[in-house]
């Protein structure tokens, strides 16, 4: 079945050590996505990818960067984790046409920091 | 900027019966989508619904139905037939295009639903 897989489930960091979370989706859409969602709160995106091109919310820390080397992979780094950055991470895709196009989510990857 | 309100942070639900979870927006925009998904608790989102601004017809998918009063602004999902495996946290969303392109989406707070034998 044609999906999004997040690696690993979870993940444990000790602060300030880099991180890396990792994304791929086997649905070749085109808009890959990255939310932080935290205790009993909503997702909140953090950036996008349409194709090639990053495009990062106004509110997201610098801590915080992606990279995407191909249409199935995506990745989530965070070069200098607090303890206010652990949280599930979302990877989401989409295709870019169609209003009605839903995201599609992965497992995500619960992150904890020591 | 748009804003998603569900009002109701858990909901009990007795098992077979039906359920509706609450969902009201803001937006200037005149054309918008609207998405439910469903979280468990081992944390995957998963689409339910969907329903556009210009569709005249509520939208269903199996089990689940959304109620869409555009003059109310709200969009509230009901669940038919509740099963113990509905139990999740239910979240409902707003598209709006996103700078470069796609589509962003504003969530709400979320419902965690509880269905009961």
């Known amino acids: 079945d044609a999906m999004v897989i997040q690696n690993p489930r979870y993940q444990v960091t000790q602060f300030g050590k880099p991180v890396t979370l990792s994304c791929s989706q086997t649905?070749?859409?085109?808009?890959m996505y990255w939310y932080q969602q935290k205790s009993s709160q909503a997702p909140k995106l953090l950036f996008h990818y349409y194709d090639k091109d990053f495009n990062n919310e106004a509110d997201t820390p610098d801590n915080f960067q992606s990279r995407r080397p191909n249409t199935s992979f995506c990745f989530l780094d965070i070069r200098s984790p607090g303890l206010g950055d652990a949280a599930m991470y979302l990877c989401?895709?989409?295709?870019?046409?169609?209003?009605?196009?839903?995201?599609?989510f992965g497992d995500g990857t619960r992150l904890s920091i020591l | 900027a748009q804003k998603i309100t569900q009002t109701q942070p858990g909901m009990f639900v007795q098992e077979k019966e039906a359920v509706t979870l609450d969902c009201t927006y803001d937006t200037s925009d005149q054309s918008y989508g609207l998405f439910w998904y469903k979280q468990p608790s081992s944390g995957e989102m998963i689409f339910l619904i969907y329903?556009?601004?210009?569709?005249?017809q509520n939208a269903t998918e199996g089990r689940y139905s959304l109620n869409f009063q555009k003059a109310r602004k709200s969009a509230n999902l009901v669940i038919s037939a509740s099963q113990l495996g509905d139990s999740a946290m239910y979240f409902c969303a707003m598209r709006e295009a996103a700078t470069g392109g796609g589509n962003k989406l504003t969530f709400g707070t979320g419902t965690q639903l509880k269905v009961e034998l």
């Open positions: 649905l070749n859409h085109n808009v």
């Open positions: 989401a895709t989409s295709r870019d046409q169609g209003r009605s196009q839903p995201q599609h």
């Open positions: 329903q556009g601004s210009y569709d005249e």
